[in-house]
C-alpha cells in the first residue's frame, strides 16, 4: 500500500494531480450573435380570412382497411378478435348440439317405440324382425347424414364468419 500512487489523508484519497491539466493550448471558442427575428406590427382592424378549408383523407374508403384490421385483431387475438373467434365457435357448437339431439332422440326413441308398440316391435321384413333391422342398419346412414349435414352447417357459419371480416 505504501507504493500507491495516490496519498491517503485520513483514509480519503486526494484527487490524481494531473486530473484538469490541459496537455496543450487551445483556442477558446467564439461566439456568433444571431440578429433578433424582427416582430411584425399587428395589423390595424383587418379580419383575418380563415384559411381556405381542406378534406384530409387517410385512407381510401374503398380500400379493405377493415379486412387488414379485423385480420390483425385475430392475429393478435385482442379482446375483439377473440370476441369473433367465440361467436364462430357457438355457432358450430350450438348446430353440432342440435344435430347430436336429434340423433339421440330418433337413435332413442326406437327402443321406446318398441317397447311400448309390441305390434310395432313383432313385425317382420324379409324374414328379420323390424326392429333387429332399425337397430342394426339405420344408425349408420343416420349417422352419415348427419355428418354432412354438420359439415355443410361448418362450412357456412366459416364462410359467414370469412364474409364479415372481409366486408
Given amino acids: 500500500m505504501n507504493d500507491d500512487v495516490y496519498r491517503h489523508v485520513g483514509g480519503v484519497r486526494e484527487p490524481d494531480p494531473t486530473l484538469g491539466k490541459s496537455y496543450g493550448e487551445h483556442e477558446p471558442a467564439t461566439v456568433e450573435r444571431v440578429p433578433p427575428v424582427p416582430v411584425e406590427p399587428p395589423q390595424p382592424d383587418t379580419p383575418a380570412k380563415p384559411p381556405k378549408r381542406q378534406r384530409v383523407v387517410l385512407a381510401d374508403p374503398r ?11 385475430l392475429e393478435e ?26 340423433v339421440l332422440v330418433v337413435l332413442g326413441g326406437l327402443p321406446l ?37 354438420y359439415n355443410r352447417l361448418a362450412e357456412r357459419h366459416e364462410r359467414d364468419f370469412v364474409d364479415m371480416i372481409e366486408n
Fill in 63 to 73: 380500400s379493405r382497411s377493415t379486412t387488414l384490421r379485423a385480420r390483425v385483431e
Fill in 77 to 102: 387475438q385482442t379482446s375483439w378478435g377473440t370476441l369473433l373467434i367465440d361467436d364462430l365457435v357457438k355457432h358450430q357448437l350450438r348446430a353440432g348440439l342440435l344435430l347430436a339431439a336429434l
Fill in 113 to 149: 317405440a318398441f317397447y311400448f308398440s309390441p305390434d310395432f316391435a313383432g313385425l317382420r321384413v324379409v324374414g328379420l324382425p323390424l326392429a333387429w333391422l332399425l337397430l342394426a342398419v339405420l344408425p349408420f346412414p343416420l349417422l352419415l347424414l348427419a355428418g354432412l349435414v
